[in-house]
């Protein structure tokens, strides 16, 4: 249900804000879009996933059969991720548009290789629902590293 939701923001970032971005070359300007992407997009975001996690039980209920009922657990800690992920796709998209792909692709590696290892690790700690806490613990280290980089070069 995350991926769905987040197909529409993806779409979003890359027909205005990812054109946008690279057309800037100010740092005065770059820091003022991304101030404003975090305006426009981020309440949208949480506002969605607010409703998906208040109407878990009826989305589970219309979209699945009774067996997957006991996902409704996994709907925290996935919604904090998918938060995560498109804050940090906010500044990611600035190290596309200034042609920063050596370092975004190493940080993309990484960071599917750390949440791989985080879900291997976190499911045996914690059984499935470690899934969704190795996703929310990956997106919030991923946001941190790409504030932290950004930040250096950019903002």
């Known amino acids: 249900m995350s991926n769905m939701y987040l197909m529409v923001v993806a779409a979003v970032l890359s027909t205005y804000y990812l054109p946008r ?26 506002f969605m996933s607010i409703a998906i996690f208040t109407l878990k039980d009826f989305l589970i209920w219309m979209l699945f059969t009774d067996d997957f009922t006991q996902m409704r657990d996994l709907f925290l800690w996935q919604l904090v991720g998918d938060v995560a992920k498109l804050a940090s796709w ?29 879900s291997i690790w976190f499911v045996e700690l914690y059984g499935l629902i470690g899934t969704s806490y190795a996703f929310a613990v990956n997106y919030i280290l991923y946001l941190i590293v790409v504030f932290l980089t950004t930040r250096r070069i950019y903002i």
């Open 21 to 46: 971005l690279s057309e800037v070359s100010e740092k005065s300007d770059l820091r003022a879009e991304i101030k404003q992407g975090y305006r426009v997009i981020m309440p949208v975001v949480i």
């Open 90 to 118: 906010l500044l990611s998209y600035l190290m596309l548009a200034k042609c920063m792909m050596r370092l975004f692709l190493t940080t993309e590696i990484i960071f599917n290789i750390s949440f791989a290892l985080l």
